[in-house]
């Protein structure tokens, strides 16, 4: 090697016997090193005289590192000390090297600041007033280094390249030398910062206009490490360097600033910058796409926030026209998801086990393996398989694929090859999965069999043919099982040991889709093709509850960590569920912060009163949700322990001191009819029959009283006396209850006995016990209630009892709970249960657990059950906490789901992370998205408008109002971008809305009617919507279609069953269209859409797959007269599957369609001579393609072409050059876009997406 070097240069050394300069070399410790004979024969090739040579070679170091350091010396002696110390440094520091123009530079601005400490700003502005550095001691010192960097094993480049410190010894010898001086590292980094600033900005305006893309990459790591964090906050909520990223195509690279960012600053996080990192990840797919709308989503955001003044002003005056968002939050969106755009549809998903990788199978073939934090893609692996179907990691290194075709491929992740593939099944691979100790692996296909492997081989051990397709496969998380679900509508669990059945859930309304086990192992969910979801208690196959989900397929179902239940499906909907039954309607909070220590519900279910320790009673009243202010009984500040209602008005309260106090809650404030002392100790429990009231004590006893006595009376307090004293507990009693008849009253207390007292005529004869229970728990009886004929009893060994009285046998234990009981009650065959720590239990009377979650986050005290009439005769519980609030539950309603917005097209597939909360979803849109859940604030959110698809919108003919319909019925009331109020119209969707004058909306949902706007209500926010008249009840057909030719005129509406219907003024004239009476006839023709043209012709369009024209005109007597017969317009669609979806006629002349896939066609009739109203030709047709999905409004609005798709966007064309204006992004799907029709220069929309948002929009400029 060192001749080769040497000779290359023409030069050698002595070997002879007497002078072997060679063995010299080879006898230093470090001539092992390759690099080192390299460095050591440069040193002698440049500085040694042959006269010298062999003292030379003896006087080099003897190793690589000190070698290293005697270069680095020799290039200070020839250049001085302190330019090699910075620009060795420079090199060090910088992360990609640096060209010699930059090296020149930061020796430039170096030298201008003759060395001094500096600061970020001095050197920014040294480096714009500096003169340059001497050209021929730059040059010299240049090629000094390139010879040190080259044979250190630097590339040979071309001169003008990158410099760069290359290898690990050179790195670690200029450390050693340089950054021993305190301080050096961070001058490099502010003269590389002050550098590419100077680059960013070159004319000092912070424009950033003309910047370069390196510098602007470069520019914040260095910041960062310069300690300049200010600088770089105020760089990053700069829309304009923004702009610059995106002028640049170098958007996705600015998610590494902010990381960096919030890395060093740590909790202490400025929130604007994280406003502007929120705003770029929910923006990022649109703005890469269309970098003109950055200025449009800046201007969009909160009025408050940096990002929209900073829009705003460089929009004032400019004459730039967007899309003004008029109703847009004026809260921060949090970004819950990350995009990640695909270039292919992607089939499967799957998270490594540590949830750092994640992996993305296409229908080409392709996985792309995604990191889960960054949300940047590693790298992508094609694979010999058609199309990826499903994937698994087996473990961090090794993913397994499914394909369409059967086959199942294992990939080393970092090797990116592949080790093993095998035939696995003889159709397409639906599902696999691996067991939660990596040992085993499932597939399941649409050949019907499950097949489990050995973890990383490519032989399966058991196998089980189901005898139909099947579609999913799970694991239990903790035992030896495996379930599939498929075709045949039924849940199996199998034994993993040898494949035979452990339990069967069958009963499900059409076939499974997807499958999964909570992570406790206790519940499985099972999706259905039709949209449903099943919870079950998959060991005694009992169904939990069964909810819609979805409209269309459940294509995934996954419990996340915590307990939650994600499920995606057709809808392009991702919804998260709290995974069990249980809603929380409300929270009472009362005006005193005291302990709520019991609660008691009206009869009517219309009043809630609550007793505190300290603050007395007081009294909640429905809706419970409106905030309407309780009322206070007042007593004597002595702790309230229980309650109960003697009727709707008249309150009975116990107190800790043994004092009983009765309330006429009808007056206001409630007054105190009566103070009895009813007890020598504190009353522990109140019951109420038709007659009697019990009330017990800790003085062992049992009192009861005639209820007419403490009615409102006379009698004085002293004179009422109780009916008798019930005695026979040892110790306090804690509990009563009476049964449904009034027959028997049931005790219980400290002493561990429950008495049933035979109470059927107490003023003839005295009660006496009927049966007792004694020591029927181990601890205190704390609680009891009837459900039916038979008892359950609550105690503090945390345990629910259910009893025969007849034979005073227990029936059932239910077991659940790790702390005492306080509250149990039953409803609809199912007993509920609340435990000291605020845990709820729900069993069924067979003892299988229904549903379990915290009730209160404290200590509890007390819980009461009723039905609520204001909501259908809901099962509804009350929880009195130790804080002083009441919780309000539907203990077995599934709970409103939390739907998060941003795929416009089906989700094929959901991948749950194992380590943390956050999960990957895919969609046919092209995207992944990585979504990460952060905690809610507490309490409960009031419900949208609407809680799902937007159905019909319309304004009123002057624009004042505007109106919108959802899917489950909803009217809601719109004035200025602002919702008014909202009412319900009935239980179907509403199809169609038009206005028949400016106060009055025609609606059809379940019938046809006339609703009313009453302003006065509307400004006083009470109401403003009332039904006027039903003008037609519900029938077969229903509204298809609806157009009002003149606004605020008649309404023209076509049915389903293809007749048309006109509405006239005066809501009484109804006009018909006959069968065979006209061209058009209902029977024939179905009506898909209609328009009006300006001469007030009707275009009635029929059959989205051939379109044909049937043109009308509107008589004095409110008839539609056909002008002329009907016109076929040839069009042939590309595929059989597409269908027309709207049409647009204008001026008898251009003809425009929208088609299911998004493209729009055109055409023009072509007048020729002679012939008047020349056809349409099929081959005149131009086909475009505007939209990603299906079209669902198109507008002619002048010069100008409007259209909303099902890709969310709504889209602005120039109609003559079809050059895209102004584009706006919905969080979902549109359903229905309207333009207002009130002429103004700047037009409003209205537009409703399929996840019940409602959007006002205006094409609009800002002026100066």
Known sequence: MVRKDLALYGKKLEESPFNNQMRLVLLKRGSKQPLYLMLLTQDLRLFALYEKLSERIQKLPVSLPLLLQHLLGCLEQDHGLELVAIALVSLWASRDGLTERDLYGILATWKELSGADIDLEEAIHAGRRAGGYPMAPFFDFLRSLRGLLRACGSPAEPPGSRLHLYGTPLRTAVEKRYLRKPGLDRTAHVLLAAHWWKLCDPDGSRSFRNCEAESLTALPYHLVQSGCLDILASLLTDLRVVSAHVRLCL???????????????GSEHDETVASFRAFLQRNMDLVSQNPSLLLQQAANEPESSALCWQAQAELCGNGRRFLKWINKPQEAQESMSLVLPLPATPS???????????????????????????????????????????????????VCLGAFDGRLELWSVREGCRLMGSDAHKAQVTDCCISSDSRLLATVSLDGFIKLWESGRDCWTRERDCTCPLNGVTFHPADQLVAT??????????????????????????????????SVGNVLAAGSLAGTICLWSWREAVALCTFVAHSGCVAAARFLPGGKLITAGEDAKVQLWTGRLGELWSTLQPPALSAALCAAPSPDGSRLAVGYHSDDVWVYHQPWRSGVDPTHCKGNRVAVCSLAWLDNLFLVGGSNDGSLYIWNTSDLPPSCLHKLQGHERAVTGLAVCKNLVASTSDDFTVRLWLTETLRPSSATDTSISPLATLRGHTAGVTCCAFGLDGCYLATGGKDRALFLWDVKDPSQKTPTVWRSLPFCHRDWISTCAWTGPVLLSGSHDCTVCLWDPQTGKCLRVFLGHQSPICGVTSENGHVISVDREGMLVAWDLQGVEKTRFLAHPGRANHCAGFRDQTEGKTCMLAVAGSDGTVNIWKPLTMEQPQVLSGHSAAVCGVAVSPASSSFLTIAKDKTARLWALRQK???????????????????????????????????????????????????????????????????????????????????AGTGGLTQKTLLLPAGKASVLSACVPVPGGPVVLGLTDGALLVIGLSAANFWKSKRKKMSWSYGDHVCFDISASKEGILHVWDSRKNPCLFKMRMTHSGKLREEENSEPIPWEPRRPSIWVTVVRLVEEKFLFYADSEGALWTQTRQEQEGVENSGWVLERWHRRKIHDDQITALHILGDRIVTASRDRDVKIWDRSTMKLLGQFRCHAPISHLEPCPWADPSPRFIAGDTLGNIYFLEWTSLSA
């Not at 958007?251 to 600053?265: D, H, K």
């Not at 075709?487 to 035979?500: A, E, G, I, K």
């Not at 919108?953 to 109002?961: C, H, L």
């Open 251 to 265: 958007l996705p690279s600015l998610s590494e600033p902010y990381a960096l960012y919030e890395g060093a600053v």
């Open 937 to 1019: 604030d507490g309490g409960v959110k009031g419900l949208p408008e609407h809680r799902g698809v937007i159905t019909a919108v319309a304004w009123s003919p002057e624009g004042e109002f505007a109106v919108s319909g959802g899917e489950h019925g909803e009217l809601t009331l719109w004035q200025e971008g602002k919702a008014v109020t909202t009412a319900k119209t009935g239980s179907r969707c509403i199809s169609a809305l038009a206005f028949t004058s400016p106060h009055t909306v025609l609606v059809a949902s379940d019938g046809i009617s006339l609703w009313s706007i009453n302003t006065s209500e509307c400004e």
């Open 348 to 398: 499967s998903v799957s998270v490594s086990p540590s949830g750092s990788l994640a992996a993305v199978g296409t229908v080409e073939g392709t996985i792309h393996l995604l990191d889960m934090k960054t949300g940047q893609e590693q790298k992508s692996l094609l694979s010999n398989c058609d199309g990826i179907s499903a994937c698994v990691f087996l473990s961090e290194t090794s």
């Open 485 to 518: 679900g498929g075709w045949d509508r039924t849940v199996t669990v199998l034994d993993v040991n040898d494949m035979s059945v452990v339990s069967e859930m069958k009963g499900h309304d059409a076939a499974i889709r997807c499958i999964s086990f909570s």
